[in-house]
């Protein structure tokens, strides 16, 4: 399974965030509608991630602990081309646990996934993802820590748990 080192804030403004993205010297990538449907699942967590496009979505699988500070999660992920059918599936087999609707913006920094969300119903995050793939791990710690003092996320409130949780 692949890992990565997370970290998550609940942020006032979104917006108020681009000055020190640029200066993080991020990339945005796009902007995306995601709808995440969360199943009942005695270990872990595990979702359906459904986009814009019909045939497109990705199943899910991770463990991470519910901390306030960054963490580790390790996680797999499959790509679905029918994610409609498997989302009936799913349901029928394990039941929903909850739904998740996002609008996220991604930026990239190096190997940091860096998400601004606005979830309905919960308000605007910040979320990081350290991914753990052509670097050791005190640089992939390090390169996280520059993105969370970049960005002032220590400021911020922190968030320990899934948005399915909130």
């Excluded at 998400?115 to 753990?132: A, N, R, S």
């Excluded at 710690?141 to 968030?159: D, F, R």
């Amino acid at each position: 399974m692949a890992k990565n080192l997370e970290f998550k804030v609940r942020y006032e403004s979104l917006d108020a965030l681009l000055p020190r993205l640029a200066d993080l010297k991020a990339t945005h990538t796009g902007t995306i509608h995601q709808v995440d449907t969360y199943f009942e699942n005695p270990k872990g967590r595990l979702k359906l991630r459904e986009t814009a496009e019909p045939d497109e979505g990705w199943l899910i699988y991770y463990e991470r602990p519910n901390k306030l500070e960054s963490r580790y999660s390790i996680y797999q992920l499959s790509e679905i081309a029918e994610p409609v059918a498997l989302k009936e599936l799913l349901t029928a087999a394990l039941g929903i646990k909850t739904i998740v609707k996002k609008q996220r913006s991604l930026w990239m920094y190096n190997s940091t996934r860096i998400h601004l969300d606005i979830v309905e119903g919960l308000g605007e995050f910040v979320e990081l993802e350290t991914v753990f793939q052509g670097q050791t791990e005190n640089e992939a710690i390090k390169e996280h820590q520059h993105v969370k003092t970049t960005l002032n996320l220590n400021a911020a409130e922190p968030i320990a748990v899934s948005y399915s949780e909130l």
